[in-house]
C-alpha cells in the first residue's frame, strides 16, 4: 500500500499493491497491520457496507455527529466516482474546506476519511459499487448531513445539476451556514 496524499490534517489517498499478469490482477484490498502503520493510527474497523448506485447518483454529504463519529475506508470495486469530504472539525484550521478525488475499479484507489468529516460521492460511470469499512455502528439519532449543492462549500462536481439524482432526505439537509461548530 502506498499513501498518494494526505489532506485536511487527517483524509489520506490510498494506492493499494496490484498485481497484474494475464489472468488479471491480485491486491490486498485491506490489511490491518500495514493500514495501521503506514497511517500511524489505531482503528479498528468494525463493519462493512456497500451500496449500488446509477449513474448520476449523489449520496450525501453524511456523517455521525458526537459522541458517535464514524472514521471510513472508502473504495469503489465497480465503476467511478467523484468522492468529497468536508472537514467538520471545530478546531481545524480547515473546517469547512473540502476536498475531491477520483475513485475508481481502474485506479484502485482508497480513500480514509477520519471522524468529524461530512462525505458524498457522485456516481460518473452507468453505475458504481461503492464499499466502505466503518470504526463505530451506525446510530441513527446521530445521523446527520449537509445539502450537496451549498454554494458556500462550493464544490465543483463533474457532472451538470440537472444530471445529479439525490434521495429525497439529502434534498432537505441543512446548508454550512446552519451547520453548528461541533453538533
Same mark, same amino acid.
Given at each position: ?30 490489511? @490491518?497491520? =500495514?493500514? /495501521?502503520?503506514? &497511517?500511524?493510527?489505531?482503528?479498528? $474497523? ?5 451500496? %449500488? *448506485? ?49 475513485? @475508481?475499479? =481502474?485506479? /484502485?484507489?482508497? &480513500?480514509?476519511?477520519?471522524?468529524? $468529516? ?5 456516481? %460518473? *460511470? ?53 451547520? /453548528?461548530?461541533?453538533?
Amino acid at each position: 500500500m502506498e499513501v498518494l496524499q494526505k489532506d485536511l490534517d487527517g483524509v489520506v489517498l490510498l494506492k493499494p499493491n496490484v498485481f497484474k499478469d494475464e489472468r488479471g490482477y491480485f491486491f490486498e484490498s485491506f490489511n @490491518s497491520n =500495514e493500514f /495501521k502503520k503506514k &497511517l500511524n493510527l489505531d482503528i479498528d $474497523f468494525i463493519q462493512d457496507n456497500e451500496s %449500488l *448506485s446509477k449513474f448520476g447518483t449523489l449520496r450525501g454529504f453524511h456523517f455521525q455527529k458526537l459522541p458517535h463519529s464514524q472514521s471510513k475506508l472508502v473504495r469503489v470495486t465497480k465503476g467511478k466516482v467523484q468522492d468529497v469530504v468536508i472537514d467538520l472539525r471545530p478546531n481545524s484550521k480547515y473546517f469547512g474546506k473540502h476536498k475531491s478525488y477520483i475513485l @475508481s475499479e =481502474e485506479n /484502485k484507489h482508497q &480513500l480514509f476519511i477520519p471522524k468529524e $468529516f461530512a462525505h458524498a460521492f457522485l456516481v %460518473l *460511470s452507468e453505475s458504481a459499487i461503492f464499499s466502505y469499512k466503518v470504526d463505530y455502528p451506525y446510530m441513527p439519532n446521530y445521523d446527520s448531513g449537509l445539502i450537496w449543492d451549498d454554494p458556500d462549500i462550493n464544490v465543483k462536481w463533474e457532472l451538470s445539476r440537472d444530471t445529479i439524482a439525490s434521495s429525497s432526505k439529502d434534498l432537505i439537509l441543512p446548508n454550512f451556514k446552519n451547520y /453548528k461548530k461541533g453538533d
